[in-house]
């Protein structure tokens, strides 16, 4: 431990500072503590194994890829085989690899960045984590079994549907996957309450290092993005398990309904990946040129808009699906314009590095790899944007360079340098054997070779997913020297891992920034300890390690907020959104097995499914909530603690007797996310009512004027019974009354649902039915969640575990409910009104 | 397309090599107002802006000249997908019809009327147009045209499973006679 | 979060008006467009109402200005931004053909 050593100061503070807040803040250092810590240093180290684990093993499939189009008419692999192994090349790669790893890397380094201690639900990330080892590793075992999908890595219906995809590859794929997105999810929401909340002080907005503005944009996007996806692997298993014909044409389906929720989300993912890379790249290149980066503010705009933009991008991956042109126009126009903030990103960093004095160094080098390799990504990407370019292209070996260029060299490339370039703080050691530059010179060029080769063969008419070609085709020389060069590559980034391994085990310790950068995260000692900070700093500035080059020692002396380690727990600092001044001291979870568990169990109802074992997913279910009621019930406090001392002469209120404790801006996120998800089925409903062959139905529900007045009335309920027991508990009055009115309105609206569905049984009948059933199922599942909060909410009233000041679980609660009852209503109106207005 | 990018590759690459490689003393750009307007306004927004604008406003227009408009001598054919062949229906009534092979007259416009009968497949014959897509349920317009008689290759363009590879068809673009011959020996 | 709201609504009503017009394009090829409705027409109209409302954001942005000088600066420019997206995204709406 690396422990600050200024000459003439008393040391005696600091350190006994360390070991106080090192005690309270240690995980289990037996083998059992890798399952109960919660700590970012530990949860993200694990990820960031497990990531680089799935890497290597989509880099294996990409061996295999190339190694069986090495030759004309190759006998390597059957076409069975090989339709498996590109599938799961860009599963793999695209879920397992690429979000898990930045999500690691935000884990390890955002707080150190943010100048606070830890993440701001340390347990929701232990079991984002878990539920992500135990997803992807069946995704992983299926696969060595011979059991992996085949229909691509975008799952086109029909193809993927039960008719043309027996056998449960494409469920492995489905229910995998979407377990992966619920743990990106969790983390997501982690990330932006920790990026709005916990701060150091005074950290406003505009002093935030620029990577949590990146972070905190892709974290919404991923909850923006990934519920269409969620959405479409729902609709796409119930119809397989079920029947339900969302994209049967004969019954009223459609299979562009799959396309357009999955580009959905699958357009916004790409910049999902990039962006933090770009934060990575926007972090390290002005360090490594001796200056601040410039233009922050329009770097910032530039990620906001990229981000918000390429929502409306979606339908350039379906240029040849047949839809009119003035169509394509709009997202021809929209495809062009994102290059636009992309170009103010690049040119900002071309800029910085003018600005300043730029030095090598293996970081540097990988920027360089990236610039070289992203811009000729960027350049065939707008390529791609024109219409009757992308008639041509699509779906050739041309379109697999081009993602290549953008994925690899926008993403990976970047990511090395950050792991290079955080290598000091993350290890404590800096780098002594120089491999490293050997791999870069390997991968680089190699690279190039490969992927130009690819991009000419594409032009030339060499499909992709095809598993071999004719030697009289005119391919065989390009792909000969495509995989040849592809080998290299693969060395090379063998060599990277070896070469970060060795140097992570070994290497000569470090001194504390290394690299002379401004912001917090190298404030502290290396490698970071679990407590993070002894003190939360004060910040006045973008950089301020550079204001004050002595501020870790006045860290480390506790001369910050909350420097003071006597009341033995984990506290941190959350501040106000965007100003940053200290608002609350909130208390962080200790270690727990409760995240393994609740992961074990979600998982489990994940993937009972796969072997029809619905029994035992319906059993892991109800565990889940059991589980999570455990959870929940452990947190929080019995008396009222009143203002804390918080250092500086704060006295601060507990988040625990705080209105918007960090659990109701987490809840406001996962219900962003989960409004998202009903706006998809709603899409979907439209979509399917405007373009889908076989509509109208039948008939249209006609709605029932007593369901109707049950629904108004339970939604009424619903309203006033959360808000009347927030007051009553602010009033120190029975709030029980109050509780059960708001659960008889979540059973009035949940009988309303179930109205829907007993009026239109046979939800296999068409696709119509089919989403009836699911705007009722939607309405249900929230009801039935709201009551069992409300019961919730009562046990804790009568265990004393709410009072006019520990008031924030009744909001959230009321939040919960609130939502319940908007969407319940809109899905109610959405499967009425066809009917009555027919 | 080609050169343009090729050229802005090089210019942005210059950009780069010119900022490490430079003689240390601070130019004009290097301070922070007019950076911002050189770096910002002029490189990353004005830049991409112009070139796009054009790109895109011509694009657009190619795309519109590609469109199944209607035309004096328009034949129309319909072409069927599956797994993992094409079927080509010709005539008012669709009676003529023939498998992997498309039969077309040379020098006049046609509309290819496409659709699949079971998972998605793609029409594209790579001389003649580009691709579109074989939905079923959905009946998709290209719009193709031989200039001259003679047999261009096709395939399928959108991943179908097992037998993918080998879904291809051929183009027979005929002359005047061998069409009005083709249509007459069909209907009998 | 009214600072987050100032950064990040401008830019999602161009989200909402952009997915709007495709909608109402992809409506007005469909089954339910009544066939005496030029669609051209209805097509320019909502491509008027989403400038419009786009300029509504940015003068709400202009007039009721955030105290964070940071926050006031970036939510303008990407106010403009949301502004400059409408008038170039939905641009089709001039030239190209419907429905073709």
Redesign the interface.
């Known amino acids: 431990m690396t422990l600050p050593s200024p000459a003439s100061q008393p040391r005696g503070k600091a350190l006994r500072l360390h070991l106080a807040l090192a005690r309270i803040w240690a995980s289990d250092q037996r083998i059992r503590g890798w399952f109960t810590s919660s700590n970012n240093n530990d949860i993200g180290s694990l990820f960031l194994i497990v990531a680089t684990s799935f890497f290597v093993i989509g880099g294996i499939l990409a061996m295999l890829i190339r190694a069986q189009l090495a030759t004309p008419d190759s006998a390597f692999m059957e076409p069975q085989v090989y339709n498996q192994i590109f599938t799961m090349h860009g599963t793999v790669m695209m879920f397992l690899f690429a979000i898990p790893f930045f999500e690691a890397m935000s884990m390890l380094l955002l707080p150190g960045m943010l100048g606070t201690r830890d993440m701001a639900f340390p347990r929701l990330g232990a079991y984002g984590l878990w539920v992500y080892i135990f997803g992807g590793s069946a995704v992983i075992i299926a696969m060595l079994m011979g059991l992996a999908p085949d229909g691509g890595w975008f799952m086109y219906p029909p193809l993927s549907s039960a008719a043309f995809s027996p056998g449960i590859g494409a469920d492995v794929w489905l229910l995998g996957i979407t377990s992966i997105e619920v743990s990106a999810i969790a983390t997501a929401i982690e990330v932006i309450v920790t990026v709005l909340r916990y701060r150091a002080a005074g950290m406003s907005l505009s002093r935030m290092p620029i990577f949590a503005w990146y972070i905190l944009v892709v974290s919404v996007m991923i909850l923006t993005a990934f519920p269409p996806m969620i959405l479409g692997s729902l609709l796409l298993e119930v119809e397989r398990a079920l029947n339900w014909p969302f994209f049967q044409v004969e019954n009223g389906g459609d299979p562009l309904l799959w396309q357009h929720l999955f580009w959905l989300f699958g357009h916004p993912e790409v910049y999902i990946i990039f962006l933090p890379a770009a934060g990575m790249i926007a972090t390290i290149l002005p360090v490594m040129a001796r200056t601040n980066l410039l233009g922050y503010g329009w770097v910032v705009a530039a990620a906001v808009s990229l981000a918000v933009l390429s929502f409306g991008l979606w339908v350039h991956h379906m240029f040849t699906t047949g839809i009119p042109h003035m169509g394509l126009a709009f997202f021809s126009a929209a495809s062009t314009l994102v290059a636009v903030p992309t170009s103010v990103m690049i040119f900002s960093w071309i800029g910085t590095l003018w600005k300043g004095r730029a030095r090598m160094g293996l970081p540097m080098l990988w920027i360089m790899g990236f610039f070289a390799t992203f811009v000729i990504g960027g350049l065939t990407g707008v390529m791609l944007a024109v219409v009757p370019f992308n008639w041509q292209v699509h779906d050739t070996h041309f379109v697999v360079a081009h993602l290549h260029y953008v994925l690899i060299g926008g993403y990976v490339f970047p990511m090395i340098a950050a792991i290079y370039y955080f290598m000091p703080l993350l290890t404590g050691r800096t780098r002594f054997f120089k491999l490293g530059e050997v791999a870069f010179w390997l991968v680089v060029p190699s690279f190039h070779i490969t992927f130009l080769s690819v991009h000419m063969a594409g032009l030339l008419g060499q499909r992709r997913r095809t598993w071999t070609y004719d030697a009289d085709q005119g391919w065989t020389a390009l792909n000969l020297v495509a995989s040849i060069a592809s080998f290299v590559m693969a060395i090379g980034f063998a060599l990277t891992i070896l070469d970060v391994a060795v140097n992570a085990f070994v290497a000569v310790r470090g001194r504390r920034n290394p690299w002379g950068a401004g912001t917090l995260e190298w404030a502290g000692a290396i490698p970071s300890p679990a407590y993070g900070f002894a003190s939360i700093p004060i910040v006045q500035g973008r950089y301020p390690l550079h204001d004050d080059p002595d501020l870790a020692l006045h860290i480390a002396r506790g001369e910050g907020y909350l420097g003071d380690a006597s009341r033995i727990r984990r506290e941190t600092l959350i501040v106000s959104t965007a100003r940053g001044e200290p608002l609350q001291v909130v208390v962080l979870p200790g270690n727990s097995v409760l995240p393994f568990l609740l992961a074990v169990v979600t998982s489990t109802s994940f993937l009972a499914p796969l072997f029809d074992a619905y029994i035992v997913a319906g059993l892991a279910l109800v565990a889940v909530v059991a589980l999570a009621l455990v959870w929940a019930w452990g947190l929080g406090g019995r008396v009222d603690e009143g203002h804390v001392d918080a250092g500086h002469g704060a006295m601060l209120p507990l988040a625990s007797e705080c209105r918007d404790p960090p659990g109701w801006w987490g809840s406001v996120f996962l219900l962003l996310a989960d409004g998202v998800h009903f706006g998809s089925l709603l899409f979907g409903y439209a979509f399917l009512w405007t373009v889908a062959p076989n509509w109208p139905p039948h008939s249209y529900l006609q709605p029932q004027l007593w369901a109707v007045i049950v629904a108004l009335t339970g939604a009424l309920a619903l309203t006033a019974g959360p808000r009347l027991a927030v007051r009553a508990i602010a009033k120190g009055g029975t709030a029980w009354p109050a509780i059960t009115l708001g659960i008889v309105g979540s059973l009035a609206l949940a009988i309303a649902a179930a109205s829907v569905m007993l009026d239109r049984p046979g939800p296999a009948r068409h696709a119509y039915d089919a989403t009836l059933w699911l705007l009722a199922g939607h309405v249900g599942l929230h009801t039935i969640l709201s009551a069992i909060m409300l019961c919730y909410l009562a046990a804790r009233v009568a265990a004393g575990y709410a009072s006019p000041a520990r008031i924030g679980e009744a909001g959230i609660v009321k939040l919960w409910a609130d939502f319940t009852v908007a969407t319940g209503l809109v899905a109610l109106a959405a499967a009425w009104l066809p009917g009555a207005f027919a | 397309?080609l050169t343009c990018?090729l050229a802005?590759?090089f210019f942005?690459?210059a950009?780069?090599f010119?900022?490490?490689y430079?003689p240390?003393n601070?130019?004009v750009?290097?301070r922070?107002e007019s950076?911002?307007r050189?770096?910002?306004w002029g490189?990353?927004?004005g830049?991409?802006?112009v070139t796009?604008a054009a790109?895109?406003a011509?694009?657009?227009f190619?795309?519109?000249r590609?469109?199944?408009?209607e035309a004096p001598d328009l034949v129309t054919v319909q072409a069927q997908a599956r797994?993992w062949a094409w079927t080509f229906r010709y005539g008012e009534d669709r009676a003529i019809a023939t498998d992997g092979v498309l039969h077309i007259p040379a020098g006049r416009p046609v509309n290819v009327e496409?659709t699949s009968t079971?998972?998605?497949h793609?029409f594209w014959v790579?001389r003649l147009?580009?691709?579109?897509?074989a939905?079923?349920?959905?009946v998709?317009?290209l719009r193709i045209e031989a200039a001259l008689p003679g047999t261009y290759g096709g395939?399928s363009?959108?991943?179908?499973?097992?037998?993918?590879?080998e879904h291809v068809f051929t183009v027979e673009a005929h002359d005047a006679a061998s069409w009005a011959t083709f249509l007459a020996e069909g209907t009998q | 979060m009214i600072d987050i709201l100032r950064l990040s609504l401008p830019i999602t009503v161009w989200l909402a008006g952009f997915s709007a017009v495709y909608a109402l394009q992809g409506l007005s090829c469909s089954r339910h467009w009544p066939a005496d409705l030029d669609a051209r027409q209805v097509l320019l109209a909502a491509y008027a109402v989403a400038i419009v409302l786009q300029l509504i954001a940015l003068l709400a942005v202009l007039y009721a200005p955030s105290k964070a000088r940071f926050v006031q600066t970036t939510a303008t420019v990407l106010a403009a931004t949301a502004l400059g997206a409408a008038v170039w995204t939905l641009m089709p709406v001039l030239a190209t053909s419907v429905c073709l």
Not at chain 2, 129 to 133: T, V
Not at chain 2, 135 to 138: D, E, N, T
Request: charged residues 15%.
């Open positions: 397309m990018a802005i590759f942005v690459m950009l780069i010119a900022a490490l430079r240390p601070p130019s750009c290097g922070n950076g911002t050189v770096w910002i490189l990353g927004v830049f991409p802006l796009l790109l895109t011509y694009g657009l190619i795309g519109e590609l469109l199944p408009r797994q496409i079971d998972v998605i793609s790579p147009a580009g691709k579109l897509d939905i079923p349920g959905h998709n317009v395939q363009a959108e991943f179908s499973g097992r037998g993918y590879r």
